[in-house]
């Protein structure tokens, strides 16, 4: 298949055009026109790009990618060596980070609440955000599926009333408390000062790990363009 039209195809099915995003997604890096075998990786990074025989594949796509509309446009230190590996061996990388958050079909969000089988009771369409229901049980699943997993436990509150934010989605945390009463909040990594929002509350708070949380939507691009598309497709964690 042809990398431009494999581009605009997913473009058009995560709705990519549409979605106001911090990363550049779609085709950030031009390699082979025919594309064969794929690689799929929540975060391009030297250790993974490492890990790789690039001889075996012809593109890599992934969640967190190279270029970001704000960061440091230079092309210097590990991101030098990246590309330059990239450039040489002829790969193609593709990247969709919100729109495939947030997609309800396929989306890292969507797939996770599945996972953790989380009722769904509210699904924002423009952010990676959704509310579910669930209870005591769903630490079990987190435990058998999220080897690295942190837990913060409610002095008073069960858990209930779910927040889900693939990623690092502390931002929302707050207004979900205030606004939906939520009593547990499940993302990928927070930092130290929503710590204090999670004790002042007393809600229980699972972290999943960042790029841990994301690995479900990814896998089912995967599937879905090794079905769409009849090309080879590899998930490595
Ligand atoms: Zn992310």
Redesign the pocket.
């Known amino acids: 298949m042809n990398n431009f039209k494999l581009e605009k195809n997913i473009n058009k099915y995560l709705n990519s055009k549409n979605i106001k995003d911090i990363s550049i997604n779609g085709l950030q890096i031009e390699g082979k026109n025919k594309i064969k075998n794929i690689i799929l990786i929540v975060s391009i990074n030297n250790l993974i790009i490492k890990k790789i025989d690039l001889k075996k594949f012809d593109s890599i796509i992934c969640?967190?990618g190279l270029f970001w509309k704000k960061n440091n446009k230079n092309i210097i230190g590990i991101k030098k060596k990246i590309i330059k590996k990239i450039i040489k061996n002829n790969i193609n990388v593709f990247c969709w980070?919100l729109p495939l958050?947030i997609n309800n079909k396929i989306g890292n969000n969507i797939e996770l609440t599945k996972k953790l089988k989380i009722k769904i009771y509210k699904i924002w369409k423009n952010k990676p955000l959704i509310i579910g229901i669930s209870n005591i049980k769903i630490k079990k699943i987190i435990k058998k599926k999220f080897k690295n997993y942190k837990f913060i436990k409610s002095k008073n509150k069960n858990i209930n009333k779910i927040g889900l934010c693939?990623?690092?989605g502390e931002k929302f945390i707050e207004e979900l408390i205030i606004k939906y009463n939520i009593d547990t909040y499940i993302t990928?990594e927070i930092s130290e000062k929503t710590i204090c929002i999670i004790n002042y509350y007393d809600i229980n708070l699972f972290l999943l790990g960042?790029?841990e949380s994301?690995i479900y939507g990814l896998k089912k691009l995967g599937i879905f363009i090794k079905k769409k598309f009849n090309l080879h497709t590899k998930l490595i964690k």
């Open positions: 969640h967190h980070h958050d693939t990623g690092s990928g960042h790029d994301e």
